[in-house]
Nanobody, 116 residues
């Protein structure tokens, strides 16, 4: 069974940092483009960042550019999201998935709450 399990979320003050992790199991994702997505209360899920299979090409949504960094470790079948200078509007549940996302791979996500 393929699973993507996100972790590392929490409550942080504005300006703070968090590092999210996504652990994949069930198959290797080392050749997949991977992405992070988020869903805020009352809003649709949106794209945050993506990384190619080798890790040398990344792309970010405009609202996180310069603050978030996506990375991956193919040996660990894992993807990460370093989030700095967090803002209250970054509050959301964060998910990882392939890019484009595969519906059956959505996990529970990890909650990030940024207080002002």
């Amino acid at each position: 069974q393929v699973q993507l399990v996100e972790s590392g979320g929490g409550l942080v003050q504005a300006g703070g940092s968090l590092r999210l992790s996504c652990a994949a199991s069930g198959r290797t994702f080392s050749r997949d483009i991977m992405g992070w997505f988020r869903q805020a209360p009352g809003k649709e899920r949106e794209f945050v960042a993506t990384i190619n299979w080798s890790g040398d090409t990344t792309y970010y949504a405009e609202f996180v550019k310069g603050r978030f960094t996506i990375s991956r470790d193919n040996a660990k079948n894992a993807v990460y999201l370093q989030m700095n200078s967090l803002k209250p509007e970054d509050t959301a549940v964060y998910y990882c998935n392939t890019k484009p996302p595969i519906a059956r791979y959505w996990g529970q996500g990890t909650q990030v709450t940024v207080s002002s």
